[in-house]
C-alpha cells in the first residue's frame, strides 16, 4: 500500500449508508452504526487488509478494494444478506442502500497521515448508491462490464435499470443486482419462520455469535499483518530470536503430548497384572509363602484338566510347591535366630589432668595427658600414675569391670 500512496490506480469503490440516519435518536444511532459496523467487517473479514481502504461517513462507509475486482461484490452481497437475515429481530430497523462503481482514485494521506481516497472513482459510486432503495444493491456501467466477463453466473446476477441523472446533470447507467424484495426461497422460509418468538431470539443469539466471530477474525488478520511487517523489517538476530520464541513452546507442547501419548501406551491389563503380582510377593513374603511361577498358576488355578496326565503334573507341581514352601519357611525361622553377642573384655578410663601429667598404667608410661584423654583397659586391677616435674606423684588403684567406665581427675598445685 506504501507504494500506491500518491498514484493515480483503478479499483472498485463500495459505497453505502443508512437511511434516515441524521433523524434517529442517539440511542437508535448508536445501535444502528454498532450493527451496521459488524455486517460491514463481516463482509470484509477475508480481504487482505493491506488490499483494502475504509473510510468511516458518518452515516456510512466508503470501501476502496485495491486487489480483486470480485471483492466489492461479494462484500454487497454479504451486507445484503446480513440485513436480510436481521429484518424483523430487533429494532430500530436497519435500512440501508449500496452502490458499486469501477473507476479511477488516488491515493492520498489525510492530516492524520492516514491512507485516504479522493477522485471521479468514489464520488461516482456515491451517486450510484444515491440512485439505490432501500436494501438494493446498484453497480455502475464500467463495474458491470467488468464483473459480468468474470463468468456467465455474475453475468446473470444483474439486470439494467436504465440512465440515471445526478445533481450535476451527468448521466449514469445503472445496472442492480436482483430486485428489492425479491429474495430466493430461502430467504423466504427465513422471514416466515422469523415470525415466531423463539426463533427471533435464537436468531439473534447466532447473529451476535456470527458479528463477534467476524470481528475476532479481523482482529487477527491486522495483528496477522502487523507482525509480518515487524519480522520483515528485523534483523538476523532479531528474526532468529522471533522464530525462537514461536518454536519453543510448540516444542514443549509436542513433547508433553509423545509423554503424554506414551504413558497411555501401557496396557490396563498389564498394569493389574503387575499390581496383583506385586501384591502376591508382599503377602508371601509377611507368611513365608514363596510364590511360584504365573504358568504353574494357571495351571493350578484350572478348574477342570483334560486329562489324567495333566491331572499327574499337576500334582507333582502342587507337592513341588508345598515343599518349597516349607524349605522356605524353615529358612526364614533359622534366619531368625538370636545371635549372642560376645562379652566387652575391655573398660574405659576418662583422663581429666590438669595443667598436665604423664600418665603411667601398671608402670609403664602411656602418654601426657592431655592431648591424651581417654584409655582402653583389660578387665582387672590396675595402677594408674600422674607424674609432673614440679609437683608429687598421683597414684590411684581401679579395678575393672565390662563395660565400667571410670574417670581419674587430678589437678597439680593449688
Same mark, same amino acid.
Given at each position: 500500500m506504501e507504494e500506491r500512496v500518491n498514484k493515480t490506480i483503478i479499483c472498485s469503490v463500495f459505497f453505502l449508508d443508512i437511511i434516515e440516519y441524521s433523524k434517529k435518536s442517539v440511542t437508535d444511532q448508536i445501535s444502528l452504526k454498532e450493527r451496521f459496523n459488524a455486517f460491514l467487517s463481516l463482509a470484509i473479514r477475508d480481504v487482505p487488509i493491506n488490499?483494502?481502504?475504509?473510510?468511516?461517513?458518518?452515516?456510512?462507509?466508503a470501501i476502496s478494494f485495491?486487489?480483486?475486482?470480485?471483492?466489492?461484490? *461479494?462484500?454487497?452481497?454479504?451486507?445484503?444478506?446480513?440485513?436480510?437475515?436481521?429484518?424483523?429481530?430487533?429494532?430500530?430497523?436497519?435500512? !440501508?442502500?449500496?452502490?458499486?462503481?469501477?473507476?479511477?482514485?488516488?491515493? !492520498? *494521506?489525510?492530516?492524520n497521515e492516514q491512507?485516504?481516497? !479522493?477522485?471521479?472513482? %468514489?464520488?461516482?459510486?456515491?451517486?450510484?448508491?444515491?440512485?439505490?432503495?432501500?436494501?438494493?444493491? @446498484?453497480?455502475?456501467?464500467?463495474?458491470?462490464?467488468?464483473?459480468?466477463?468474470?463468468?456467465?453466473?455474475y453475468a446473470g446476477m444483474f439486470h439494467f435499470e436504465g440512465s440515471r441523472t445526478d445533481k450535476h446533470v451527468r448521466e449514469h447507467e445503472v445496472?442492480?443486482?436482483?430486485?428489492?424484495?425479491?429474495?430466493?426461497?430461502?430467504? *423466504?422460509?427465513y422471514l416466515q419462520r422469523s415470525k415466531s418468538k423463539l426463533f *427471533? %431470539?435464537?436468531?439473534?443469539?447466532g447473529f451476535k455469535a456470527k458479528t463477534y466471530w467476524g470481528v475476532l477474525l479481523d482482529w487477527h488478520n491486522e495483528l496477522t499483518s502487523h507482525w509480518r511487517e515487524v519480522f520483515d523489517q528485523a534483523s538476523n538476530n532479531k528474526k532468529a530470536l522471533y522464530i525462537g520464541m514461536v518454536t519453543l513452546p510448540v516444542?514443549?507442547?509436542?513433547?508433553?503430548?509423545?509423554? @503424554?501419548?506414551?504413558?497411555?501406551?501401557v496396557?490396563?491389563?498389564?498394569?493389574?497384572?503387575t499390581t496383583s503380582e506385586t501384591?502376591?510377593?508382599?503377602?508371601?513374603?509377611?507368611?513365608?509363602?514363596?510364590?511360584?511361577?504365573s504358568a504353574h498358576i494357571t495351571k493350578l488355578t484350572t478348574p477342570k484338566l483334560a486329562s489324567e496326565v495333566e491331572e499327574a503334573k499337576a500334582s507333582e507341581v502342587l507337592n513341588a510347591v508345598k515343599k518349597d514352601t516349607q524349605e522356605s519357611a524353615k529358612k526364614e525361622k533359622e534366619s531368625f535366630k538370636v545371635v549372642q553377642t560376645p562379652a566387652l573384655s575391655h573398660a574405659n578410663v576418662i583422663l581429666k589432668i590438669k595443667p598436665w601429667g604423664e600418665v603411667f598404667v601398671d608402670g609403664n608410661m602411656v602418654g601426657v595427658s592431655p592431648p591424651l584423654i581417654k584409655l582402653q583397659l583389660s578387665l582387672g586391677e590396675h595402677v594408674i600414675e600422674v607424674r609432673n616435674t614440679k609437683f608429687p606423684v598421683s597414684t590411684r588403684v581401679v579395678t575393672l569391670k565390662a563395660g565400667m567406665k571410670v574417670t581419674v581427675k587430678h589437678k597439680f598445685g593449688n
Amino acid at each position: 500500500m506504501e507504494e500506491r500512496v500518491n498514484k493515480t490506480i483503478i479499483c472498485s469503490v463500495f459505497f453505502l449508508d443508512i437511511i434516515e440516519y441524521s433523524k434517529k435518536s442517539v440511542t437508535d444511532q448508536i445501535s444502528l452504526k454498532e450493527r451496521f459496523n459488524a455486517f460491514l467487517s463481516l463482509a470484509i473479514r477475508d480481504v487482505p487488509i493491506n488490499d483494502r481502504i475504509i473510510l468511516d461517513t458518518g452515516d456510512g462507509a466508503a470501501i476502496s478494494f485495491l486487489g480483486d475486482v470480485e471483492d466489492a461484490l *461479494r462484500a454487497a452481497l454479504s451486507v445484503r444478506s446480513s440485513l436480510l437475515s436481521e429484518e424483523g429481530v430487533r429494532p430500530p430497523s436497519l435500512q !440501508v442502500r449500496m452502490g458499486v462503481n469501477l473507476g479511477p482514485v488516488r491515493l !492520498v *494521506r489525510d492530516i492524520n497521515e492516514q491512507p485516504n481516497l !479522493v477522485g471521479d472513482g %468514489i464520488n461516482v459510486a456515491q451517486r450510484i448508491m444515491g440512485f439505490a432503495s432501500t436494501g438494493q444493491i @446498484l453497480v455502475s456501467r464500467s463495474y458491470y462490464d467488468a464483473a459480468s466477463r468474470l463468468s456467465q453466473e455474475y453475468a446473470g446476477m444483474f439486470h439494467f435499470e436504465g440512465s440515471r441523472t445526478d445533481k450535476h446533470v451527468r448521466e449514469h447507467e445503472v445496472y442492480a443486482i436482483g430486485y428489492p424484495g425479491d429474495f430466493t426461497g430461502t430467504q *423466504r422460509k427465513y422471514l416466515q419462520r422469523s415470525k415466531s418468538k423463539l426463533f *427471533r %431470539i435464537a436468531s439473534e443469539i447466532g447473529f451476535k455469535a456470527k458479528t463477534y466471530w467476524g470481528v475476532l477474525l479481523d482482529w487477527h488478520n491486522e495483528l496477522t499483518s502487523h507482525w509480518r511487517e515487524v519480522f520483515d523489517q528485523a534483523s538476523n538476530n532479531k528474526k532468529a530470536l522471533y522464530i525462537g520464541m514461536v518454536t519453543l513452546p510448540v516444542l514443549l507442547m509436542l513433547l508433553l503430548v509423545i509423554r @503424554l501419548a506414551y504413558l497411555d501406551e501401557v496396557p490396563k491389563e498389564d498394569l493389574a497384572k503387575t499390581t496383583s503380582e506385586t501384591a502376591l510377593a508382599v503377602s508371601s513374603a509377611s507368611s513365608g509363602v514363596v510364590p511360584v511361577q504365573s504358568a504353574h498358576i494357571t495351571k493350578l488355578t484350572t478348574p477342570k484338566l483334560a486329562s489324567e496326565v495333566e491331572e499327574a503334573k499337576a500334582s507333582e507341581v502342587l507337592n513341588a510347591v508345598k515343599k518349597d514352601t516349607q524349605e522356605s519357611a524353615k529358612k526364614e525361622k533359622e534366619s531368625f535366630k538370636v545371635v549372642q553377642t560376645p562379652a566387652l573384655s575391655h573398660a574405659n578410663v576418662i583422663l581429666k589432668i590438669k595443667p598436665w601429667g604423664e600418665v603411667f598404667v601398671d608402670g609403664n608410661m602411656v602418654g601426657v595427658s592431655p592431648p591424651l584423654i581417654k584409655l582402653q583397659l583389660s578387665l582387672g586391677e590396675h595402677v594408674i600414675e600422674v607424674r609432673n616435674t614440679k609437683f608429687p606423684v598421683s597414684t590411684r588403684v581401679v579395678t575393672l569391670k565390662a563395660g565400667m567406665k571410670v574417670t581419674v581427675k587430678h589437678k597439680f598445685g593449688n
